[in-house]
Nanobody, 117 residues
Framework: QVELVESGGGVVQPGGSLTLSCVAS????????MGWFRQAPGKERELVAT???????NYGDSAKGRFTISRDNDKRTVYLQMVSLKPEDTAVYYC???????????WGQGTLVNVTS
């Protein structure tokens, strides 16, 4: 069973920055793509950003210009660098990975980001 373990969430003031990390239990080369989704209270889960194994990216509208996704396949890790955070970025952020060889999607347990003054 694939495990995805997130870290880096927390409380931050508006305008602040956070970097999330997600480590997979298997080689990063197995997953295409890896990335991040988020779910705010009372809202549906939405795309934040994904990155393919070759580095191609896809950003949700809320992330464009402020968030940067990156991955290190050797370290089995995907990162999400977030700057200029807003209260509306408050959500549980979930790591996501798709393993094409098994046609399977995997999710982490989530890490809470709370943007508040």
């Amino acid at each position: 069973q694939v495990e995805l373990v997130e870290s880096g969430g927390g409380v931050v003031q508006p305008g602040g920055s956070l970097t999330l990390s997600c480590v997979a239990s298997e080689s990063g080369f197995n997953f295409n793509p890896m990335g991040w989704f988020r779910q705010a209270p009372g809202k549906e889960r939405e795309l934040v950003a994904t990155m393919g194994v070759l580095g191609n990216t896809n950003y949700g509208d809320s992330a464009k210009g402020r968030f940067t996704i990156s991955r290190d396949n050797d370290k089995r890790t995907v990162y999400l660098q977030m700057v200029s955070l807003k209260p509306e970025d408050t959500a549980v952020y979930y790591c996501y990975a798709r393993r094409p060889s098994r046609r399977a999607d995997y999710w982490g347990q989530g890490t809470l980001v709370n943007v508040t003054s």
